[in-house]
């Protein structure tokens, strides 16, 4: 069986708002009397849109009707109706994603056509969707390395390491092109905190100066040594601190970084030299990027070529990969169906002990929280040797344990599993909950970080539900 479906990525960022059409060829690889196995063998992206600059009613409210109106437009100039589409991905990232009406946004564009995967990505989840995008994941693992992945754009830079393909951490700065915005020659706009940076190094500048390119340019050579410190390729001064989001955290000293791909507006200007028109986006972005390139500190790891710039975050969206948990399975009755729940993959290696996996959960727990507070996400790993009772005794307490703020929130607890173990694993940690969690727990099907998965009504019985897996589509 093979089928070409059309989809959708929409990316409303910080600073920008793109589309990314894409056509991807499916196939079942399982056997005829198999559970069905669809996978994509092929990727084309048929259109990719203009870049618009993300229309905003005030500071905290995004133009919703502005937005549906670009994305209108593009279906149309893409020749593409909502009928055609069998899937796609909203994200918005970056300062979009707090602002008050994120939700409202995605709802009424999630409408435009099929079954969306629906997500506002928080400083740490963008990290890992824009580093995916941009290529690092797989340069790590094809070069054996610690690749790190610079996603500077309008509002914030967005760093994820990777060795090996494993996330090792990730960080988000408030450093961008937008946080000093030009017009008519002059300073539109400073962010408090570049401000406040730029006086910390005797450079005055205020809203109403004449552009001034050499002290637009300090001020940008300061924030690149701001990056090369969040690598630790350079000490992190006093005032590094108090340049993370929302008072964030740094990345972790290990592994060392040994190599850079830059995604993002201001990612093109890193790779690329500049013309001559410095403020044609009526930002520091180029200025910035030329101070990113010459920086020395940066300059001492290797610079890798990024798969994608700009469009890294969502360049197309929405694999379905059809499964069904079968037998084995134990579920919360009046919890299904549910969907596009985020999916938290413990890697392989850090399932070698349950001290491990903990730590995995409990480090990873924070990326799926744009705001602060647990949102429902599915936890996932193979369960590989764990058969014998004591065995899944032993992972029900680690889960447990690792996972301890999502218990304590109002969402079920879902598990998904590769190997044959989803009864007795969800039974013991019912058990151990006292039965005063709702559990799901469903085994045989395979995922990575960043999927989504819909699971639905049980069926034959309560025997089984069918499974779908959703993966954001990056470059490969």
């Given amino acids: 069986m093979q089928e070409i479906i059309q989809s959708v990525g929409i990316d409303i960022g910080t600073s920008t708002t793109q589309l990314v059409f894409s056509k991807l060829t499916i196939v079942n690889l399982a ?3 198999s559970v ?3 996978s994509i063998v092929d990727k084309q992206v048929t259109y990719r849109s203009d870049i618009y600059f993300t229309p905003l009613r005030s500071a905290t409210e995004i133009d919703a009707e502005a937005v549906k109106k670009i994305v209108q ?6 020749g593409v109706a909502p009928a055609d589409l069998k899937t796609g991905a909203v994200i918005i990232t970056g300062e979009t994603a707090r602002k008050q009406n994120a939700n409202d946004v995605l709802e009424s564009l999630s409408d435009l056509a099929g079954d969306f995967v629906v997500a506002t990505a928080g400083p740490d989840l963008e990290s890992v969707l824009s580093a995916r995008g941009a290529g690092a994941d797989k340069l790590s693992k094809e070069h054996r390395t610690v690749v790190a992945n610079l996603d500077v754009g309008g509002g914030t830079s967005n760093i994820a390491v990777y060795e090996k393909e494993t996330l090792r951490g990730t960080s988000c700065l408030d450093i961008g092109g937008r946080l000093i915005k030009i017009q008519d020659g002059k300073i539109s706009y400073i962010f408090h905190k570049t401000q406040q940076l730029a006086a910390d190094h005797g450079i005055p500048i205020a809203v109403g100066d004449r552009v001034d390119t050499e002290k637009l340019s300090k001020v940008c050579d300061i924030m690149a040594h701001h990056l090369a410190q969040a690598l630790h390729l350079a000490p ?3 005032e590094h601190a108090g340049l993370y989001t929302n008072d964030g955290k740094t990345l972790p000293e290990e592994p060392k970084i040994l190599g850079v791909t830059f995604s993002g507006g201001v990612a093109d200007y890193v790779y690329n030299d500049a013309d001559n028109d410095l403020y044609r986006y009526g930002d520091i972005g180029i200025l910035l990027g030329q101070a990113i390139r010459r920086n020395p500190a940066l300059a001492t790891v290797k610079l890798y070529q990024a798969a994608e710039t700009i469009r890294a975050t969502v360049v197309g969206a ?3 990969t ?3 948990s079968g037998s084995t399975i134990s579920y919360a009755e009046g919890r299904l169906p549910i969907k596009n729940i985020p999916i938290l993959k413990v890697p392989q290696e850090e399932e070698a002990s349950l001290e491990a996996l903990t730590g995995s959960i409990i480090n990873q727990i924070p990326l799926y929280m744009p705001e602060g507070k647990p949102e429902q996400i599915a936890i996932a790993f193979t369960g590989h040797g764990r058969t014998s009772f004591a065995d899944v005794q032993g992972l029900a307490a680690a889960v447990i344990k690792g996972a301890d703020v999502l218990i304590r ?6 598990l998904i599993v590769e190997d044959d173990i989803g009864k007795v694993l969800g039974n013991a940690l019912n058990v151990q909950l006292a039965h005063g969690k709702d559990v799901i727990c469903i085994d045989g099907i395979r995922t990575l970080s960043g999927d989504y998965v819909d699971i639905g009504e049980p ?3 309560g025997h089984v539900v069918p499974v779908v897996i959703k993966t954001l589509i990056f470059n490969s």
């Avoid at 437009?73 to 893409?78: D, F, T, V």
């Avoid at 929130?409 to 879902?414: Q, T």
């Fill in 236 to 238: 992190q001064d006093a």
């Fill in 322 to 324: 059809t499964e069904v």
């Fill in 409 to 414: 929130s109002e969402f079920p607890l879902i």
């Fill in 31 to 33: 056997g005829n009397y």
């Fill in 36 to 38: 069905p196995r669809i």
């Fill in 459 to 461: 069926l034959a019985n």
């Fill in 318 to 320: 929405g694999e379905h």
């Fill in 73 to 78: 437009e593009e279906y149309r100039k893409a």
